[in-house]
């Protein structure tokens, strides 16, 4: 055995974390209990392998401990609160560890598959899929998203009581479920990369491990379905879109735009990636949400300097995202787009049908691109003035911050 760092053994867990979860699921039929075994195995590694090294057949070390709680749940209720400390304590002999032989690849895409039912809440699919197939603590989640713990335990909670009473089987949704199903695999790591990407609250512009997080989940589900479209699309849209996190903050952890920022610090290796899946996507036929979005983020990607971004194309791709997928993000991101090609005032009289969108009224977003559309029309200090009611809004501080740093340009 070897101590590696904490990190690694970190990463290493969250890795095998679905694969063992698969197999104890697979063999004990109970996803609740099993979720549970598996966390319990995952707080002992945690707390064991960067001590005493990690295990020659680590995934065998974490099978064999939640089997272990699931024997003694299987004998009883008493008996297992008995032996708890046990199971989390005492390590399985690695010289007696049985080799693993019922774990599926497919066990990744199943999870998702029941992590996102559609008998789930979003929130309740957000938070049970960063735990299952993330391995990530529930702790850690209520970190991320800037919740209470036990709200984040709540949710898992009810997710997984709303397995065990669809009786959801641990198997790949048949033909006529699966497209209806991966829709809300997708959309959940999505949701997930976006907060990673572009943290809604607290004090960091992003959280690189909620992205990072997203985008391996992302290439398990291509590994597993690599001639989807959907999942082709997405994938790109995540890493042409991740390529710019380095540049998004300043050396004081301050929002930078994206006009403003230093393009020599893009990751070329995840553009290249992602414009190569993006053209693949594109080629299979079919023109979605992730398709045209992930266009976009090529258009943006492939300027080398803001001035020499193709805005008519992006228009372009931005008025068919508005008849595939229209949404007010879609809509405002249109707006701003037609500001660029046709003048500040063709955009800001897209705003105004906005105004009375009842789904932007909890967000800054809107009084933000009307800010930002006056600025550039010299309309300074209405632009100020919108500014400051954006920031008074926003719940994320580097992006308050960002937008009274605008508005005190035009202060008197």
């Not at 970190?10 to 104890?24: F, S, T, W, Y």
């Not at 300027?303 to 068919?320: C, F, G, I, R, S």
Request: proline share 6%; with cysteine.
């Amino acid at each position: 055995m070897t101590s590696p760092p904490d990190h690694d053994v970190e990463r290493l867990l969250r890795e095998l974390a679905p694969l063992a979860l698969g197999a104890v699921v697979r063999r004990y039929r109970d996803f609740a209990a099993s979720e549970d075994a598996v966390q319990e195995a995952l707080i002992a590694a945690a707390a064991q392998w960067p001590l005493h090294g990690v295990p020659g057949n680590p995934l065998g070390w974490l099978i064999q401990v939640a089997g272990r709680r699931m024997t003694d749940v299987a004998r009883s209720e008493i008996a297992r609160r008995g032996r708890e400390a046990l199971v989390v304590t005492e390590a399985p002999d690695s010289a007696s560890m049985p080799e693993v032989h019922d774990v599926d690849p497919d066990d990744t895409l199943v999870l998702l598959f029941m992590c996102c039912h559609p008998a789930l809440t979003p929130s309740s699919a957000l938070a049970l899929t960063l735990r299952a197939v993330g391995g990530l603590t529930t702790a850690e989640i209520a970190k991320a998203f800037l919740v209470p713990e036990a709200t984040i335990g709540q949710r898992i909670t009810r997710a997984k009581a709303s397995i065990r009473a669809s009786a959801i089987p641990f198997a790949i949704p048949d033909a006529g479920e699966r497209a209806a199903r991966l829709s809300s695999v997708l959309h959940v790591l999505y949701l997930i990369f976006n907060e990673g990407y572009a943290s809604t609250s607290g004090d960091v512009v992003h959280r690189a491990d909620l992205a990072l997080e997203a985008i391996r989940l992302m290439r398990d589900v291509h590994k597993l379905l690599p001639q989807d479209g959907d999942v082709i699309a997405l994938l790109a849209l995540m890493l042409l879109t991740d390529a710019r996190r380095t540049a998004r903050t300043g050396p004081r952890g301050e929002l930078i735009p994206l006009d403003e920022q230093d393009r020599t610090l893009w990751n070329r290796a995840s553009i290249d990636e992602g414009i190569a899946l993006a053209s693949e996507a594109l080629a299979r036929g079919s023109l979605g949400e992730y398709h045209l979005l992930a266009a976009i983020a090529a258009v943006h990607d492939e300027a080398p300097n803001a001035a020499a971004t193709d805005w008519p194309q992006v228009l372009q791709l931005y008025e068919m995202l508005m008849r595939a997928a229209p949404s007010p993000m879609a809509a405002l991101n249109h707006a701003v787009a037609t500001a660029m090609v046709e003048g500040p005032a063709a955009g800001l009289a897209l705003l105004e049908p906005l105004r009375s969108d009842e789904r932007l009224q909890s967000t800054h977003r809107l009084d933000a691109v009307r800010a930002h559309l006056l600025e550039r029309a010299g309309e300074h200090e209405a632009a100020a003035a919108l500014f400051r009611t954006a920031a008074a809004r926003a719940t994320s501080v580097p992006e308050r911050d960002f937008l009274l740093g605008r508005a005190e340009r035009y202060a008197r």
